[in-house]
């Protein structure tokens, strides 16, 4: 794959699937991202053996160019099918996680942030799944990592858990099914509870509803959940 776009700053990119003979850019420019960040920023950085991982057929990784250089990638990661995979937090069938990707780590340059690169990939990247093979996005993502759920929201994911990982980390799970169109709208019920109130918010994942969106109400961020 080989794409052209047009930023919002005029800038002319490619966007190009990324391999192993890549990753030293891939590492640089995630060094880049992480010392731009201020202090208790959300950022999960890789591993140089997790980024090998991916680029060596374990998942996709795709990767922005502006004068030949590396200025944003995305990545997702076909996960190991152990106790921790994200389809048992969600409930899915366990004959179904092999038909599960995890949508990973994404970094922009800072000199090229403000022009929905972000965006951009995630919306090439989810083009370049292989429907034959695969069927289920899933992802996590911290409370009040606004930037980070508005994103995956853009993608049509959904909130379908919110539990303890990774150790002691509180974290959404979303999930998009790459085969099924979500319900109108005008169809579903809606409720919003306070992104603080994280009992009535698994209290209502466990009744079957779903997080679709987020707002923020007087100064206050809320989850949209609909059923």
């Avoid at 890789?46 to 030949?68: D, H, R, V």
């Avoid at 997702?76 to 106790?83: F, K």
């Avoid at 970094?107 to 034959?132: A, S």
């Amino acid at each position: 794959m080989k794409q052209q776009h047009l930023l919002k700053n005029g800038c002319e990119i490619t966007i190009v699937r990324l391999t192993a003979a890549q990753l030293d850019e891939i590492l640089t420019l995630q060094w880049k991202v992480i010392e731009s960040l201020s202090t208790g920023s959300f950022l999960q950085p890789l591993t140089k053996e997790e980024f090998s991982t991916i680029l060596n057929g374990k998942g996709l990784m795709i990767g922005a160019y502006y004068n030949e250089q590396l200025i944003a990638f995305r990545a997702m990661l076909e996960p190991e099918l152990d106790e921790e995979h994200l389809g048992k937090d969600a409930g899915l069938p366990r004959d179904e996680w092999p038909l599960v990707l995890y949508s990973e780590i994404s970094n922009v340059d800072p000199d090229f942030q403000g022009n929905g690169l972000q965006v951009l990939l995630g919306k090439v990247l989810m083009k370049e799944v292989d429907q034959q093979q695969f069927r289920y996005i899933y992802t996590t993502v911290a409370p009040f990592n606004i930037a980070s759920l508005k994103d995956k929201f853009t993608h049509g994911m959904q909130i379908v858990a919110l539990k303890v990982k990774y150790g002691d980390l509180l974290r959404y799970i979303l999930m998009k099914d790459l085969t099924g169109p979500l319900k109108e709208q005008d169809t579903l019920d809606s409720c919003f509870v306070l992104m603080a109130d994280t009992e009535q918010q698994q209290q209502y994942l466990y009744d079957g509803w779903m997080g679709t969106g987020i707002e923020q109400v007087d100064n206050q961020w809320v989850v949209r959940f609909e059923k």
